[in-house]
């Protein structure tokens, strides 16, 4: 039997109205709460639904009584920017009787509303949040993003330098937020940035493969048709059946040969565009030529993938080719709920094992987690990206029982 345990945790942060607060509390029930985990937004959030009747416990772990929830004639208990920590999981016995705890971190971040009508509710937002607070230097910069953002992180935020990416001269503008910064690279170079904990990923890059294998090794993502998968909507769809296209668009920043006044060389940016799509197992292209427009989608599934520097139609084309195959496969598509664990995260790898018609089991990436809990008890709802590969044999005898 599995008994759903609930730690939420909010540190109280001075302001000018209130100096004073501080304390720490530390709640273990709310009547709902969801958390959002994933790369394709800016800003992860979550939502915490309290009871009439609440109380914490301090930093003694003493039981304290909240009379006055909403603060409306003392200091507030909560207040936009006080930080939050969600997590949650489960204590159960082995099959040994050995008593388990199994409890996850499922959001980290700052409240961002509150909402004093009842129910009582907490918005928030993870460390996205801070950034919107913070403004960037303004200038003009011809660096990596990842060194140039880098260079605007409020302390304990850290930018993730795997990769360096560049896009050539980037003005930002007087009184312009990090964030705001950030939405404008998503829109104008398409480039994604999002929080993992308290670490900023910026680029085409999406998926850390070290970390999910790393995340596996310490327990595998194993869901079973009839066993732990409650609902879904996944749809089983055959290699032959799926129409896929995507465009592709690479960004070009080219010297024009003559010089700016502070004697840098001036440049021009242009792009580049193919269209890819597959007739059957035979993959064809289309460049597009100035003036002209692609064949509109027709019943298939369109994607649209990024590039910087890419001048070589042909080598678009290929990346294009390679990045969209990822997508053309037998497999499972869409969305699963499942228990609170075992614990998964945008970007693990998990095992979907299909018992009765064992031939339907992979190995998939996941693109995005929406984590809830509360009274209704604690759910995970897991939107799968696309099929790593088929299972083995082997495997399909360890992970099938």
């Given at each position: 039997m599995l008994t759903c345990?609930?730690?939420?945790?909010?540190?109280?942060?001075?302001?000018?109205a209130y100096p004073a607060r501080a304390k720490?509390?530390?709640?273990?029930?709310?009547?709902?709460?969801?958390?959002?985990?994933g790369w394709d937004t800016l800003t992860d959030k979550a939502k915490v639904v309290l009871p009439k009747n609440?109380?914490?416990?301090?930093?003694?772990?003493?039981?304290q009584k909240i009379d006055n929830i909403g603060g409306f004639t003392d200091s507030p208990f909560f207040l936009k920017g006080d930080s939050v920590k969600i997590s949650y999981g489960y204590q159960y016995f082995d099959k040994f009787g050995n008593q388990l705890t199994d409890v996850n971190?499922?959001?980290?971040?700052?409240?961002?509303?509150?909402?004093?009508?009842?129910?009582?509710?907490?918005?928030?937002?993870?460390?996205?949040?801070?950034?919107?607070q913070t403004l960037a230097t303004p200038g003009e910069y011809n660096e990596a993003v990842e060194k140039m953002v880098a260079g605007w992180m409020p302390s304990g935020l850290t930018v993730n330098q795997k990769t360096q990416t560049?896009?050539?001269?980037?003005?930002v503008n007087q009184g312009e937020t990090v964030a705001q910064v950030l939405s404008r690279l998503k829109k104008d170079a398409h480039l994604e940035a999002f929080f993992a904990g308290t670490e900023l990923r910026i680029g085409y890059l999406v998926y850390d493969e070290e970390q999910a294998l790393l995340n596996e090794a310490k327990q595998k993502k194993v869901f079973r048709f009839q066993h732990n998968i409650i609902e879904d909507s996944l749809e089983y769809s055959r290699k032959d059946d799926v129409k896929l296209s995507a465009t592709a668009q690479s960004f070009i920043t080219n010297e024009t040969g003559q010089t700016c006044k502070d004697g840098s060389k001036k440049t021009k940016k242009e792009s580049l565009e193919v269209l890819v799509y597959n007739t059957g197992d035979e993959w064809k292209s289309i460049v597009k030529k100035k003036g002209e427009s692609f064949p509109?989608?027709?019943?298939?599934?369109?994607?649209s993938f990024f590039f910087l520097n890419v001048t070589d139609p042909q080598v678009l084309i290929d990346r294009a080719k390679a990045k969209l195959q990822n997508y053309y496969y037998t497999g499972f598509k869409d969305t699963f709920t499942t228990f609170a664990i075992p614990f998964t995260q945008s970007g693990d790898n998990v095992y979907i094992v299909d018992p009765v018609l064992p031939e339907r089991s992979g190995y998939y990436k996941v693109k995005s987690v929406k984590y809830s809990g509360g009274v209704?008890?604690?759910?995970?709802?897991?939107?799968?990206d696309y099929l790593i590969r088929k299972l083995t044999e082997k495997e399909l005898i360890t992970y099938g029982r």
């Amino acid at each position: 039997m599995l008994t759903c345990i609930t730690y939420i945790e909010i540190q109280q942060n001075a302001s000018k109205a209130y100096p004073a607060r501080a304390k720490k509390l530390f709640f273990d029930f709310a009547n709902e709460f969801e958390a959002d985990d994933g790369w394709d937004t800016l800003t992860d959030k979550a939502k915490v639904v309290l009871p009439k009747n609440l109380s914490y416990r301090d930093d003694n772990n003493r039981l304290q009584k909240i009379d006055n929830i909403g603060g409306f004639t003392d200091s507030p208990f909560f207040l936009k920017g006080d930080s939050v920590k969600i997590s949650y999981g489960y204590q159960y016995f082995d099959k040994f009787g050995n008593q388990l705890t199994d409890v996850n971190e499922i959001f980290s971040g700052y409240i961002s509303k509150v909402v004093s009508k009842m129910p009582f509710t907490l918005e928030c937002e993870d460390a996205m949040w801070l950034l919107k607070q913070t403004l960037a230097t303004p200038g003009e910069y011809n660096e990596a993003v990842e060194k140039m953002v880098a260079g605007w992180m409020p302390s304990g935020l850290t930018v993730n330098q795997k990769t360096q990416t560049t896009i050539g001269k980037f003005t930002v503008n007087q009184g312009e937020t990090v964030a705001q910064v950030l939405s404008r690279l998503k829109k104008d170079a398409h480039l994604e940035a999002f929080f993992a904990g308290t670490e900023l990923r910026i680029g085409y890059l999406v998926y850390d493969e070290e970390q999910a294998l790393l995340n596996e090794a310490k327990q595998k993502k194993v869901f079973r048709f009839q066993h732990n998968i409650i609902e879904d909507s996944l749809e089983y769809s055959r290699k032959d059946d799926v129409k896929l296209s995507a465009t592709a668009q690479s960004f070009i920043t080219n010297e024009t040969g003559q010089t700016c006044k502070d004697g840098s060389k001036k440049t021009k940016k242009e792009s580049l565009e193919v269209l890819v799509y597959n007739t059957g197992d035979e993959w064809k292209s289309i460049v597009k030529k100035k003036g002209e427009s692609f064949p509109d989608n027709d019943g298939g599934e369109r994607r649209s993938f990024f590039f910087l520097n890419v001048t070589d139609p042909q080598v678009l084309i290929d990346r294009a080719k390679a990045k969209l195959q990822n997508y053309y496969y037998t497999g499972f598509k869409d969305t699963f709920t499942t228990f609170a664990i075992p614990f998964t995260q945008s970007g693990d790898n998990v095992y979907i094992v299909d018992p009765v018609l064992p031939e339907r089991s992979g190995y998939y990436k996941v693109k995005s987690v929406k984590y809830s809990g509360g009274v209704g008890g604690h759910r995970q709802e897991i939107t799968l990206d696309y099929l790593i590969r088929k299972l083995t044999e082997k495997e399909l005898i360890t992970y099938g029982r």
